[in-house]
């Protein structure tokens, strides 16, 4: 399929109403500053209990923050109102905090879903754009991981992701609107938050060694995985809710479809910083998968997408924002971690 271009986008989303769950999170705020680049009036659902409103602040009242639970369906039938893209992010989307608490995973994650399905159906939206997690392939061998295998969840998180696809796929063979699951890989970029015991690796290698602390690797650290910059995730967002396609509750990789191992991730991060890439080993973490690495035929064939950031300049970016953003790090940037 032909690439939806600014122009397409520009008239697809000018003026046109969108909700974002989760909006004001990680991947979220990146999807509305993306919208409101192309027009959209953006309405937001977010308990912040991740997410942070100065991460919508620059957008000024180019975006509506609705401050409430996606549960909450009376909240999210209100956000969701005159919406005709149903933008679904929110989540509680870490691995290893699933495995400690499985149940909030079967709320958020897949009540959750349902709860904004319904909202979509109830307010007539006309299309859902599910974010889902190559996770949802668990551990198998095979690679590239492609979205004809079965799946195989190793964790709470994986299996409350894989239930939100089904739900998704069931909600728009049964009712009247488009929907598609975004499988994501890893993704990283700006604002992506080190700050919590659950952070991801990138923001958790950055900040330590911006600070000049050793990094703890889990497992060998030969793992791999295809990190994929957040630039990338929210063309395939913009895509997904512009195509003028019908979706019927697909799922598709949306990754960068190169493999780096988590090592060289390491080495990569220390070398934009100017330190040593010093580290330990710990155990591997229960539910982790060994490698994931994407298939990017039906993205390609479906949407049209490519990936727009590659991984090199997209962890400069971002490491660069960690150097500005992390305090106190004047000192220890450009020496040797001990
Ligand atoms: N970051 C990744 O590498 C990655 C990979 C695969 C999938 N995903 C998925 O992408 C989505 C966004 O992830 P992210 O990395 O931006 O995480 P994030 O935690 O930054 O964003 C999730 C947002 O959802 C909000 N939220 C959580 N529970 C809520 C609730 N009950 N009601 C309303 N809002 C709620 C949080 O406050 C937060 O702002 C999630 O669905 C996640 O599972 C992320």
New binding site residues.
């Given amino acids: 399929m032909t690439a939806l271009t600014d122009v397409d986008f520009r008239s697809a989303y000018d003026g046109q109403r969108v909700c974002v769950?989760?909006g004001?999170?990680?991947?979220?705020s990146h999807l509305c500053h993306g919208l409101v680049r192309h027009g959209a009036r953006v309405r937001v659902?977010?308990?912040?209990?991740?997410?942070l409103r100065e991460n919508l602040r620059p957008l000024g009242d180019q975006v509506e923050l609705v401050e409430a639970?996606?549960?909450d369906r009376k909240a999210m039938a209100a956000a969701a109102d005159g919406a005709e893209v149903i933008f679904h992010?929110?989540?509680?989307?870490s691995v290893p905090r699933s495995v400690a608490e499985p149940e909030l995973y079967l709320r958020?994650n897949v009540d959750?879903t349902v709860s904004v399905l319904e909202a979509a159906r109830t307010c007539g939206a006309k299309r859902v754009v599910f974010?889902?997690?190559?996770s949802v392939y668990g551990d198998q061998p095979d690679l590239p991981k492609v979205e004809s295998m079965t799946l195989d969840p190793c964790s709470p998180y994986a299996a409350s992701?894989s239930a939100g696809e089904q739900f998704v796929r069931a909600y728009a063979r049964c009712y009247s609107f488009s929907a598609v699951s975004l499988r994501?890989f890893?993704?990283f970029g700006p604002r992506?938050?080190p700050d919590s015991p659950y952070a991801?690796v990138l923001p958790l290698f950055a900040e330590a060694l911006v600070r000049g602390r050793r990094v703890t690797v889990y497992g060998d650290g030969a793992q791999t995985r295809d990190f994929t910059h957040v630039d990338n995730a929210v063309h395939a967002n913009l895509l997904a809710g512009a195509t003028p396609r019908v979706l019927e509750g697909e799922a598709v990789n949306i990754a960068t479809g190169r493999a780096m191992s988590v090592l060289d991730l390491l080495r990569a991060v220390a070398a934009v910083i100017g330190v040593e890439p010093a580290y330990e080993t710990g155990p591997p973490r229960p539910g982790d998968v060994l490698h994931s690495l994407a298939g990017l035929d039906r993205a390609r064939e479906l949407l049209g997408y490519e990936p727009v950031m590659d991984v090199q300049r997209g962890l400069e970016e971002t490491v660069r924002y960690y150097v500005e953003h992390l305090p106190d790090v004047a000192e220890s940037v450009g020496g040797t971690v001990d």
């Avoid at 004001?24 to 979220?28: L, P, S, T, V």
């Avoid at 992010?89 to 989307?93: D, G, K």
């Avoid at 974010?131 to 190559?134: G, I, K, L, P, R």
């Fill in positions: 769950t989760g004001a999170g990680f991947i979220g659902i977010d308990d912040l209990s991740q997410g639970s996606i549960l992010l929110a989540a509680v989307a958020v959750g974010s889902s997690s190559s992701k994501y890893n993704i992506q938050r991801a």
